[in-house]
Protein backbone atom coordinates (compact mmCIF):
# COMPACT_ATOMS: atom_id res chain seq x y z
CA UNK A 1 0.00 0.00 0.00
CA UNK A 2 1.60 3.49 -0.85
CA UNK A 3 1.85 6.22 1.09
CA UNK A 4 -1.21 8.06 0.83
CA UNK A 5 -0.07 11.25 2.29
CA UNK A 6 2.88 11.22 -0.69
CA UNK A 7 0.87 10.52 -2.86
CA UNK A 8 -1.87 12.88 -2.97
CA UNK A 9 1.56 15.88 -2.15
CA UNK A 10 2.39 13.66 -5.54
CA UNK A 11 -1.17 14.43 -6.86
CA UNK A 12 -1.00 18.26 -6.03
CA UNK A 13 2.40 18.85 -7.38
CA UNK A 14 1.73 17.34 -10.84
CA UNK A 15 -1.58 19.44 -11.33
CA UNK A 16 -0.29 22.47 -10.21
CA UNK A 17 3.24 22.20 -12.29
CA UNK A 18 0.80 21.01 -15.67
CA UNK A 19 -1.34 24.25 -14.85
CA UNK A 20 1.34 26.48 -14.17
CA UNK A 21 3.84 25.72 -16.89
CA UNK A 22 1.55 25.62 -19.89
CA UNK A 23 -0.53 28.85 -17.97
CA UNK A 24 -3.90 27.18 -18.00
CA UNK A 25 -6.24 28.81 -15.94
CA UNK A 26 -7.65 25.79 -14.23
CA UNK A 27 -6.99 22.10 -13.87
CA UNK A 28 -8.07 18.85 -11.96
CA UNK A 29 -6.67 15.74 -11.80
CA UNK A 30 -9.15 12.33 -10.41
CA UNK A 31 -7.78 9.33 -9.30
CA UNK A 32 -9.98 5.88 -8.14
CA UNK A 33 -8.30 2.61 -7.09
CA UNK A 34 -9.20 -0.32 -4.58
CA UNK A 35 -12.16 -1.01 -6.61
CA UNK A 36 -13.90 2.78 -5.79
CA UNK A 37 -12.25 2.43 -1.88
CA UNK A 38 -9.74 4.70 -2.50
CA UNK A 39 -10.72 8.26 -4.04
CA UNK A 40 -7.67 10.97 -4.43
CA UNK A 41 -8.15 14.23 -5.94
CA UNK A 42 -6.26 17.70 -6.74
CA UNK A 43 -7.49 21.08 -7.97
CA UNK A 44 -5.94 23.82 -8.64
CA UNK A 45 -6.27 27.38 -10.51
CA UNK A 46 -8.65 30.06 -10.59
CA UNK A 47 -12.15 30.28 -11.81
CA UNK A 48 -12.11 33.59 -14.56
CA UNK A 49 -8.85 34.90 -15.58
CA UNK A 50 -10.42 38.47 -15.99
CA UNK A 51 -10.01 38.75 -12.07
CA UNK A 52 -7.86 38.46 -9.70
CA UNK A 53 -5.45 35.43 -9.50
CA UNK A 54 -5.37 35.99 -5.53
CA UNK A 55 -8.75 36.95 -4.57
CA UNK A 56 -10.09 34.31 -2.66
CA UNK A 57 -13.45 34.11 -4.63
CA UNK A 58 -11.74 33.45 -7.69
CA UNK A 59 -9.75 30.28 -6.20
CA UNK A 60 -10.78 26.74 -7.89
CA UNK A 61 -11.76 24.64 -5.22
CA UNK A 62 -12.98 21.11 -5.10
CA UNK A 63 -16.69 21.74 -5.46
CA UNK A 64 -16.40 23.45 -8.79
CA UNK A 65 -17.24 22.50 -11.69
CA UNK A 66 -15.43 21.49 -14.62
CA UNK A 67 -17.44 20.98 -17.82
CA UNK A 68 -16.37 17.59 -19.60
CA UNK A 69 -17.47 17.99 -23.35
CA UNK A 70 -17.85 14.84 -25.26
CA UNK A 71 -17.57 12.50 -21.98
CA UNK A 72 -21.27 13.93 -21.77
CA UNK A 73 -22.10 11.26 -24.08
CA UNK A 74 -21.46 8.07 -21.77
CA UNK A 75 -22.61 9.92 -19.03
CA UNK A 76 -26.13 10.45 -20.86
CA UNK A 77 -25.55 6.66 -21.66
CA UNK A 78 -25.04 5.94 -17.95
CA UNK A 79 -28.55 7.73 -16.94
CA UNK A 80 -30.02 6.13 -20.05
CA UNK A 81 -29.29 2.73 -18.30
CA UNK A 82 -30.66 3.86 -14.96
CA UNK A 83 -34.08 4.56 -16.82
CA UNK A 84 -33.53 1.33 -18.32
CA UNK A 85 -33.07 -0.81 -15.10
CA UNK A 86 -36.75 1.02 -14.11
CA UNK A 87 -38.07 -0.34 -16.80
CA UNK A 88 -38.97 2.60 -18.72
CA UNK A 89 -36.87 1.87 -22.02
CA UNK A 90 -34.87 -1.17 -23.11
CA UNK A 91 -31.27 -1.21 -24.54
CA UNK A 92 -33.47 -2.86 -27.49
CA UNK A 93 -36.10 -0.22 -28.06
CA UNK A 94 -36.62 1.16 -31.08
CA UNK A 95 -37.39 4.42 -32.78
CA UNK A 96 -40.49 3.46 -34.26
CA UNK A 97 -41.92 1.88 -31.13
CA UNK A 98 -41.29 5.53 -29.51
CA UNK A 99 -42.76 7.46 -32.18
CA UNK A 100 -45.53 5.39 -34.27
CA UNK A 101 -46.23 8.57 -36.05
CA UNK A 102 -43.15 7.52 -38.26
CA UNK A 103 -44.82 4.31 -39.27
CA UNK A 104 -47.40 6.20 -41.01
CA UNK A 105 -46.22 6.25 -44.91
CA UNK A 106 -47.66 9.62 -45.24
CA UNK A 107 -45.58 10.91 -42.65
CA UNK A 108 -42.61 9.59 -44.16
CA UNK A 109 -43.08 11.15 -47.38
CA UNK A 110 -43.96 13.86 -46.27
CA UNK A 111 -40.82 14.47 -44.27
CA UNK A 112 -38.52 12.54 -46.11
CA UNK A 113 -38.10 9.66 -43.60
CA UNK A 114 -36.06 6.63 -44.66
CA UNK A 115 -37.87 3.93 -43.29
CA UNK A 116 -34.58 1.77 -42.41
CA UNK A 117 -33.52 4.29 -39.82
CA UNK A 118 -36.28 3.51 -37.67
CA UNK A 119 -35.49 -0.01 -36.37
CA UNK A 120 -32.34 1.57 -35.38
CA UNK A 121 -32.43 0.58 -31.37
CA UNK A 122 -31.25 2.41 -27.96
CA UNK A 123 -28.07 0.77 -27.90
CA UNK A 124 -27.00 1.48 -31.23
CA UNK A 125 -27.78 5.40 -30.71
CA UNK A 126 -25.39 5.32 -27.64
CA UNK A 127 -22.44 3.43 -29.61
CA UNK A 128 -22.74 5.42 -32.53
CA UNK A 129 -23.21 2.74 -34.94
CA UNK A 130 -26.55 3.80 -35.75
CA UNK A 131 -25.64 5.55 -38.73
CA UNK A 132 -27.87 8.24 -38.14
CA UNK A 133 -26.03 11.55 -38.61
CA UNK A 134 -26.84 15.10 -37.70
CA UNK A 135 -25.32 16.38 -41.09
CA UNK A 136 -27.75 18.70 -42.81
CA UNK A 137 -26.35 22.19 -43.96
CA UNK A 138 -23.82 24.26 -43.54
CA UNK A 139 -24.00 27.22 -41.80
CA UNK A 140 -24.39 30.79 -43.55
CA UNK A 141 -21.68 31.37 -40.65
CA UNK A 142 -18.36 31.90 -42.77
CA UNK A 143 -16.03 30.28 -40.58
CA UNK A 144 -18.43 27.33 -40.25
CA UNK A 145 -18.44 26.91 -44.62
CA UNK A 146 -15.86 24.26 -44.70
CA UNK A 147 -17.99 22.35 -42.15
CA UNK A 148 -20.80 20.07 -42.06
CA UNK A 149 -23.45 21.36 -39.45
CA UNK A 150 -26.04 19.64 -37.84
CA UNK A 151 -29.76 20.42 -38.21
CA UNK A 152 -30.25 22.69 -35.12
CA UNK A 153 -27.05 24.41 -35.90
CA UNK A 154 -29.19 27.30 -37.35
CA UNK A 155 -32.01 27.85 -34.37
CA UNK A 156 -29.43 26.47 -31.74
CA UNK A 157 -26.64 28.87 -32.17
CA UNK A 158 -28.11 32.18 -33.72
CA UNK A 159 -31.82 31.89 -32.39
CA UNK A 160 -31.61 30.13 -28.66
CA UNK A 161 -27.89 30.72 -28.19
CA UNK A 162 -25.85 33.83 -29.44
CA UNK A 163 -28.78 36.30 -30.59
CA UNK A 164 -28.91 38.46 -27.47
CA UNK A 165 -31.28 40.94 -29.81
CA UNK A 166 -34.17 38.56 -30.32
CA UNK A 167 -36.97 39.69 -28.22
CA UNK A 168 -38.73 36.04 -28.48
CA UNK A 169 -35.85 34.26 -27.60
CA UNK A 170 -37.54 33.66 -23.95
CA UNK A 171 -39.97 31.67 -25.70
CA UNK A 172 -37.35 28.70 -26.32
CA UNK A 173 -35.76 29.08 -22.72
CA UNK A 174 -38.01 26.29 -21.23
CA UNK A 175 -38.26 22.57 -20.95
CA UNK A 176 -41.45 22.31 -23.47
CA UNK A 177 -38.79 23.99 -26.02
CA UNK A 178 -36.06 21.93 -25.49
CA UNK A 179 -38.60 18.76 -25.89
CA UNK A 180 -39.98 20.48 -28.88
CA UNK A 181 -36.03 21.31 -30.34
CA UNK A 182 -34.91 17.32 -29.55
CA UNK A 183 -38.01 16.12 -31.40
CA UNK A 184 -37.46 18.32 -34.39
CA UNK A 185 -33.68 17.29 -34.35
CA UNK A 186 -34.96 13.98 -34.42
CA UNK A 187 -36.95 13.85 -37.50
CA UNK A 188 -34.56 15.59 -39.03
CA UNK A 189 -32.03 13.11 -38.69
CA UNK A 190 -34.13 10.53 -39.89
CA UNK A 191 -33.94 12.32 -43.24
CA UNK A 192 -33.59 10.14 -46.34
CA UNK A 193 -30.93 12.77 -48.50
CA UNK A 194 -29.03 15.01 -46.25
CA UNK A 195 -27.71 18.64 -48.11
CA UNK A 196 -24.98 20.80 -47.56
CA UNK A 197 -26.36 24.53 -47.41
CA UNK A 198 -26.92 26.02 -50.64
CA UNK A 199 -25.96 23.39 -53.39
CA UNK A 200 -27.33 20.04 -54.26
CA UNK A 201 -24.88 17.69 -53.22
CA UNK A 202 -26.52 14.41 -51.55
CA UNK A 203 -24.72 13.63 -48.36
CA UNK A 204 -26.06 10.68 -47.98
CA UNK A 205 -25.78 8.81 -45.11
CA UNK A 206 -23.53 6.16 -43.64
CA UNK A 207 -24.96 2.63 -41.86
CA UNK A 208 -21.63 1.64 -39.72
CA UNK A 209 -18.94 2.51 -37.10
CA UNK A 210 -18.79 5.61 -35.65
CA UNK A 211 -21.41 7.26 -37.99
CA UNK A 212 -23.73 9.69 -36.23
CA UNK A 213 -21.49 10.02 -33.14
CA UNK A 214 -22.84 13.81 -32.22
CA UNK A 215 -26.70 12.83 -33.14
CA UNK A 216 -27.13 9.58 -31.13
CA UNK A 217 -27.47 10.83 -27.75
CA UNK A 218 -29.70 13.78 -28.61
CA UNK A 219 -31.98 11.09 -30.89
CA UNK A 220 -32.03 8.70 -27.32
CA UNK A 221 -33.32 11.16 -25.33
CA UNK A 222 -35.58 12.47 -27.28
CA UNK A 223 -37.33 8.65 -27.08
CA UNK A 224 -37.00 9.11 -23.48
CA UNK A 225 -38.90 12.47 -23.38
CA UNK A 226 -41.63 10.90 -25.38
CA UNK A 227 -41.78 8.18 -23.47
CA UNK A 228 -42.24 9.87 -20.03
CA UNK A 229 -43.54 13.31 -21.22
CA UNK A 230 -40.70 14.89 -19.20
CA UNK A 231 -37.63 17.00 -20.14
CA UNK A 232 -34.08 14.91 -20.51
CA UNK A 233 -33.26 17.68 -18.04
CA UNK A 234 -36.44 16.84 -15.35
CA UNK A 235 -35.55 12.91 -15.78
CA UNK A 236 -31.70 13.74 -14.87
CA UNK A 237 -32.46 15.62 -11.27
CA UNK A 238 -34.85 12.67 -10.48
CA UNK A 239 -32.40 10.11 -11.55
CA UNK A 240 -29.81 12.01 -9.26
CA UNK A 241 -31.76 12.32 -6.16
CA UNK A 242 -34.10 9.25 -6.16
CA UNK A 243 -32.47 5.88 -7.96
CA UNK A 244 -28.47 6.87 -7.04
CA UNK A 245 -29.76 7.96 -3.51
CA UNK A 246 -27.29 10.78 -3.55
CA UNK A 247 -26.99 13.91 -5.30
CA UNK A 248 -24.20 13.03 -7.82
CA UNK A 249 -22.17 15.89 -8.68
CA UNK A 250 -22.29 16.58 -12.59
CA UNK A 251 -24.63 18.86 -13.72
CA UNK A 252 -26.14 20.90 -17.39
CA UNK A 253 -26.59 24.05 -17.69
CA UNK A 254 -24.03 27.01 -17.01
CA UNK A 255 -20.96 26.72 -15.06
CA UNK A 256 -22.14 27.47 -11.93
CA UNK A 257 -20.17 29.48 -8.78
CA UNK A 258 -18.07 32.09 -11.08
CA UNK A 259 -16.47 29.47 -13.18
CA UNK A 260 -15.90 30.69 -16.65
CA UNK A 261 -14.38 28.95 -20.30
CA UNK A 262 -11.27 30.12 -21.54
CA UNK A 263 -9.95 30.04 -24.85
CA UNK A 264 -6.00 30.49 -25.72
CA UNK A 265 -5.21 33.72 -27.53
CA UNK A 266 -2.12 33.03 -30.20
CA UNK A 267 -1.81 36.75 -30.21
CA UNK A 268 -1.34 37.64 -26.19
CA UNK A 269 -0.15 33.66 -25.70
CA UNK A 270 -2.26 33.82 -22.78
CA UNK A 271 -5.53 32.57 -21.58
CA UNK A 272 -8.45 34.52 -22.34
CA UNK A 273 -12.48 34.39 -21.66
CA UNK A 274 -14.17 32.40 -24.36
CA UNK A 275 -17.32 34.49 -23.99
CA UNK A 276 -18.73 32.71 -26.53
CA UNK A 277 -20.40 30.29 -23.95
CA UNK A 278 -19.55 32.15 -21.11
CA UNK A 279 -23.35 33.11 -21.08
CA UNK A 280 -27.04 31.66 -18.56
CA UNK A 281 -28.24 30.47 -22.13
CA UNK A 282 -26.44 27.20 -21.47
CA UNK A 283 -29.22 26.46 -19.26
CA UNK A 284 -31.28 25.62 -22.60
CA UNK A 285 -28.98 24.01 -24.62
CA UNK A 286 -30.96 21.24 -26.63
CA UNK A 287 -27.88 19.39 -27.17
CA UNK A 288 -26.17 19.14 -24.11
CA UNK A 289 -26.68 15.40 -23.81
CA UNK A 290 -24.32 15.31 -25.94
CA UNK A 291 -21.53 17.85 -24.70
CA UNK A 292 -22.77 20.03 -22.07
CA UNK A 293 -22.23 18.81 -18.73
CA UNK A 294 -19.99 19.21 -15.98
CA UNK A 295 -18.52 17.91 -12.85
CA UNK A 296 -16.85 18.25 -9.78
CA UNK A 297 -13.59 15.85 -9.12
CA UNK A 298 -15.80 13.84 -6.67
CA UNK A 299 -18.49 13.54 -8.77
CA UNK A 300 -16.00 12.65 -11.94
CA UNK A 301 -14.85 9.79 -9.21
CA UNK A 302 -18.40 8.56 -8.44
CA UNK A 303 -19.06 8.21 -11.98
CA UNK A 304 -16.30 6.07 -12.75
CA UNK A 305 -16.87 4.19 -9.38
CA UNK A 306 -20.31 3.64 -10.75
CA UNK A 307 -18.68 1.75 -13.67
CA UNK A 308 -16.23 -0.69 -11.87
CA UNK A 309 -17.93 -3.85 -11.15
CA UNK A 310 -17.07 -4.41 -7.40
CA UNK A 311 -19.96 -1.63 -6.81
CA UNK A 312 -23.53 -3.28 -5.85
CA UNK A 313 -25.00 -1.76 -9.44
CA UNK A 314 -28.41 -4.29 -8.49
CA UNK A 315 -31.00 -0.93 -8.15
CA UNK A 316 -29.20 1.23 -10.69
CA UNK A 317 -28.22 -0.89 -13.61
CA UNK A 318 -27.06 -3.65 -15.14
CA UNK A 319 -23.40 -3.33 -15.64
CA UNK A 320 -22.89 -6.48 -17.31
CA UNK A 321 -26.10 -4.74 -20.24
CA UNK A 322 -24.13 -1.49 -20.33
CA UNK A 323 -21.03 -3.04 -20.47
CA UNK A 324 -21.39 -5.15 -23.75
CA UNK A 325 -19.35 -4.48 -26.83
CA UNK A 326 -20.91 -3.29 -30.01
CA UNK A 327 -18.44 -2.87 -32.67
CA UNK A 328 -15.27 -1.15 -30.96
CA UNK A 329 -17.96 0.99 -28.24
CA UNK A 330 -20.13 0.32 -25.35
CA UNK A 331 -24.09 0.63 -24.91
CA UNK A 332 -23.10 3.61 -22.61
CA UNK A 333 -21.15 5.30 -25.21
CA UNK A 334 -17.56 4.52 -23.32
CA UNK A 335 -15.46 3.41 -26.42
CA UNK A 336 -12.97 0.36 -25.05
CA UNK A 337 -9.33 0.56 -25.12
CA UNK A 338 -6.40 -1.73 -24.94
CA UNK A 339 -3.34 0.59 -24.78
CA UNK A 340 0.20 0.27 -22.65
CA UNK A 341 -1.59 0.20 -18.97
CA UNK A 342 -3.75 -2.47 -20.25
CA UNK A 343 -7.84 -2.80 -21.23
CA UNK A 344 -9.67 0.26 -20.35
CA UNK A 345 -12.93 1.72 -20.62
CA UNK A 346 -12.26 6.02 -21.93
CA UNK A 347 -13.73 9.02 -23.60
CA UNK A 348 -12.19 12.73 -23.99
CA UNK A 349 -14.09 15.71 -24.32
CA UNK A 350 -13.18 19.00 -25.33
CA UNK A 351 -15.52 22.31 -26.44
CA UNK A 352 -14.36 25.87 -27.36
CA UNK A 353 -13.59 26.64 -23.89
CA UNK A 354 -12.84 23.31 -21.85
CA UNK A 355 -10.90 19.62 -22.31
CA UNK A 356 -11.14 15.97 -20.35
CA UNK A 357 -10.13 13.16 -20.36
CA UNK A 358 -11.15 9.87 -18.53
CA UNK A 359 -10.10 6.05 -18.78
CA UNK A 360 -11.63 3.16 -15.98
CA UNK A 361 -10.00 -0.03 -15.90
CA UNK A 362 -12.58 -2.39 -14.72
CA UNK A 363 -10.62 -5.51 -14.41
CA UNK A 364 -8.37 -3.65 -11.94
CA UNK A 365 -10.89 -2.01 -10.35
CA UNK A 366 -9.43 1.56 -10.95
CA UNK A 367 -9.72 4.60 -12.92
CA UNK A 368 -8.55 8.40 -13.56
CA UNK A 369 -10.00 11.39 -14.81
CA UNK A 370 -8.75 15.03 -15.68
CA UNK A 371 -10.03 18.35 -16.32
CA UNK A 372 -9.49 21.93 -17.26
CA UNK A 373 -11.89 24.41 -18.03
CA UNK A 374 -9.86 25.92 -20.93
CA UNK A 375 -9.05 24.72 -24.42
CA UNK A 376 -6.36 26.12 -26.56
CA UNK A 377 -2.52 26.12 -26.52
CA UNK A 378 -1.51 22.57 -24.90
CA UNK A 379 -4.15 19.18 -24.03
CA UNK A 380 -3.06 20.32 -19.94
CA UNK A 381 -6.43 17.80 -19.96
CA UNK A 382 -4.07 14.79 -21.70
CA UNK A 383 -0.91 15.79 -20.07
CA UNK A 384 -1.95 15.39 -16.41
CA UNK A 385 -3.82 12.05 -16.90
CA UNK A 386 -0.44 10.33 -18.23
CA UNK A 387 1.23 11.97 -15.14
CA UNK A 388 -1.62 10.05 -13.46
CA UNK A 389 -0.58 6.85 -15.30
CA UNK A 390 2.07 7.14 -13.60
CA UNK A 391 1.32 7.52 -10.53
CA UNK A 392 -0.68 4.39 -10.88
CA UNK A 393 2.22 2.52 -12.07
CA UNK A 394 5.01 3.78 -9.15
CA UNK A 395 2.09 3.57 -6.57
CA UNK A 396 3.44 1.19 -4.11
CA UNK A 397 6.89 2.40 -4.37
CA UNK A 398 5.96 5.83 -3.35
Same mark, same amino acid.
Given at each position: ???? #? ?21 ? =? ?16 ? $??? #? %? ?16 ? $? ?28 ? &? ?26 ? @? ?17 ? %? ?12 ? &? ?11 ? !? ?23 ? @?? %? ?10 ? %? ?7 ? =? ?10 ? !? ?38 ? &????? $?? +? ?7 ? @? ?14 ? $? ?8 ? =? =?? @? ?41 ? &? ?17 ? +? ?14 ? !????
Amino acid at each position: MGNL #VKIQSLLNDKVKNICTQHGAPNL =AGVIVRDNGNTVMHSVYG $IRD #V %SKSKTAASNQMKKTDYFN $IGSITKPVSGFFMACLIKKGILSWNTTIEE &IFPECRSRSFRDSNGINENFLKTKMYEL @FSHVSGITGTYFHSAAKDD %SNGDTDPLRYPHDH &IVMYDVNNSRKPE !WQNYEAMKYLRYWYTILCLKKRKYQ @FG %SNQDMGYKNKHV %SGYGAGAVV =ATAMAERKTGKA !WEQLLDEIKTNTLGTALAIKYGGLPAGAKFHKYDAGSGKY &ILNDD $IN +NSLLNYSSK @FPVGGMHATVSGMAQY $IRYNLPAINH =A =AI @FDINAYHTPVTDVTQGGLAIGNGMYGHHLWHTGATGGSMAAMR &IYTNQGRGIAAMSNCNGDK +NVAGLLLEELEKIHRD !WELI
